[in-house]
Nanobody
Framework: QVQLVESGGGLVQAGGSLRLSCAASLRTIRVFHLGWFRRTPGEERDFLAT???????TYAASVKGRFTISRDDTKNTVYLQMTSLKPEDTAVYYCAARGLFNADYNYWGQGTQVTVSS
């Protein structure tokens, strides 16, 4: 059973920064695409960023330039560095993983709450 465990969420003022971490109970994350998503109450889960096994990163327009995804394959951990946070970034943040040849993310964390106060 694969587990993804997020940490690092919390309360921050607008303009502040947070770094989320996601530890994976996989033998190795080297062959997995890793992603970050978020969801606000009553809304769909939104894509934020993804990191490919080659290290290439892709971002949603809403967070590009403010959020940075990174991975440490030696620690089986993916990170999301968030800067210049806005109240509209308030959400539950999820990490996810999908295998090299999977089209959909099939492993999900339980989520961590991020609240940005104005």
């Amino acid at each position: 059973q694969v587990q993804l465990v997020e940490s690092g969420g919390g309360l921050v003022q607008a303009g502040g920064s947070l770094r989320l971490s996601c530890a994976a109970s996989l033998r190795t994350i080297r062959v997995f695409h890793l992603g970050w998503f978020r969801r606000t109450p009553g809304e769909e889960r939104d894509f934020l960023a993804t990191s490919s096994p080659s290290g290439a990163s892709t971002y949603a327009a809403s967070v590009k330039g403010r959020f940075t995804i990174s991975r440490d394959d030696t620690k089986n951990t993916v990170y999301l560095q968030m800067t210049s946070l806005k109240p509209e970034d308030t959400a539950v943040y999820y990490c996810a993983a999908r295998g090299l040849f999977n089209a959909d993310y099939n492993y999900w964390g339980q989520g961590t709450q991020v609240t940005v106060s104005s």
